[in-house]
């Protein structure tokens, strides 16, 4: 069973940074797509970033240009650096992963809490 397991959030005040890590227990080759979402108190979970085997990524338009996703092959982690933050980028975190020929993430992370506050 894979395991994907999220570090990095935290509190951080509006403007400053936070890299999110997903290490996985197996080769992140074996996915598809590996993404990030988020979910606010009382809103639904969204998509925030993801990025294919082949290095192709795509963002939320909300967080385009502030965050960049990225993967080390080589340690089975996926990265999601966040600058530029802002308090409606507090949510809790998860990391997702998807396999090849599935249409859905099947696979999900506990999630790690980010809030953006003074």
């Known amino acids: 069973q894979v395991q994907l397991v999220e570090s990095g959030g935290g509190l951080v005040q509006p403007g400053g940074s936070l890299r999110l890590s997903c290490a996985a227990s197996?080769?992140?080759?074996?996915?598809?797509?590996m993404g990030w979402y988020r979910q606010a108190p009382g809103k639904q979970r969204e998509s925030v970033a993801a990025?294919?085997?082949?290095?192709?990524?795509n963002y939320a338009d909300s967080v385009k240009g502030r965050f960049t996703i990225s993967r080390d092959n080589a340690k089975n982690t996926v990265y999601l650096q966040m600058n530029s933050l802002k308090p409606e980028d507090t949510a809790v975190y998860y990391c997702?992963?998807?396999?090849?020929?599935?249409?859905?993430?099947?696979?999900w992370g506990q999630g790690t809490q980010v809030t953006v506050s003074s």
């Open positions: 197996g080769s992140i080759f074996s996915f598809n797509a």
């Open positions: 990025i294919t085997s082949g290095g192709s990524t």
């Open positions: 997702a992963a998807r396999n090849y020929g599935s249409i859905r993430y099947g696979y």
